[in-house]
């Protein structure tokens, strides 16, 4: 990713299957880039109301009450974050990819008009709802780059894309390229995980991911960034190739 302490304000736009996806996966990417004055924008497709909220439903509530429950989540955590939140309402396990879902797509990408994306990997087998959410947020930038698609919009440019790191890594073929030092937001992310109260159990799960992570980056980062010694990191794998005028 971009040093965004050295460029001008930059657009965020983070495309999560579900209402907690983003937190674990890309949080610290999202309050990163809020702390520095950029507009980092989430938008869930659905609330994982029937595939991820098993916490609630143990508690009696019904479908409607499970997904207030996980749009309230969501939002506390968003605003943790600094992220303005998009919630979509498609339903889960599975989403459905529709005309009409990918219309919305393509308007949010053009009025977003992002200078980077965060998503979902291209596989998944743990979890179709994840890899049918990489599958539109590519084939939603492709289309909101086309002039003769709703030739009223204004087209994007080509925002790279980075994919977040999946539950089951070593499954899902992604290489981590990029590790991000989230360290100085570390905090503000865990923060936004305790928002998500419907999936405790993964609190501990992404701290530890966020510490291993972050021995990597250290590993890798050379004597130039100082990373302190308890650093936190995030990974993520880039899709396209990156431009730049030399090799650093």
């Known amino acids: 990713m971009a040093d965004t302490e050295s460029c001008p304000t930059q657009s965020m736009l983070v495309i999560s299957a579900h209402a907690a996806d983003f937190v674990w996966r890309a949080g610290g990417a999202m309050a990163l880039y809020a702390s520095r004055g950029h507009r980092v924008t989430l938008v869930c497709l659905s609330y994982g109301e029937r595939g991820e909220s098993a916490r609630l439903w143990r508690q009696g509530l019904d479908l409607e009450q499970v997904k207030r429950v996980r749009h309230d989540e969501a939002a506390a955590a968003a605003a943790k974050l600094g992220a303005e939140l998009h919630t979509l309402d498609v339903g889960d396990y599975p989403i459905v990819e529709t005309p009409e879902l990918l219309d919305r797509l393509v308007g949010l990408y053009r009025g977003v008009q992002p200078s980077l994306v965060l998503t979902h990997t291209e596989s998944d087998p743990w979890n179709t709802d994840h890899a049918l959410t990489h599958h539109l947020a590519m084939k939603a930038r492709i289309i909101a780059q086309a002039p003769g698609y709703d030739p009223s919009g204004e087209v994007i440019g080509a925002p790279p894309v980075f994919l977040f790191e999946p539950h089951q890594t070593e499954y899902c073929g992604f290489q981590p390229n990029v590790l991000l030092d989230i ?66």
């Open 183 to 248: 360290t100085d937001v570390w905090e503000t992310k865990y923060e936004a995980m305790q928002c998500m109260g419907g999936q405790q159990h993964l609190w501990e799960y992404y701290t530890d991911v966020g510490k291993r992570r972050g021995v990597q980056a250290k590993r890798n980062s050379g004597p130039n960034l100082g990373l302190v010694t308890d650093a936190r990191a995030e990974a993520f794998m880039r899709v396209y190739p990156q431009v730049a005028d030399e090799l650093a």
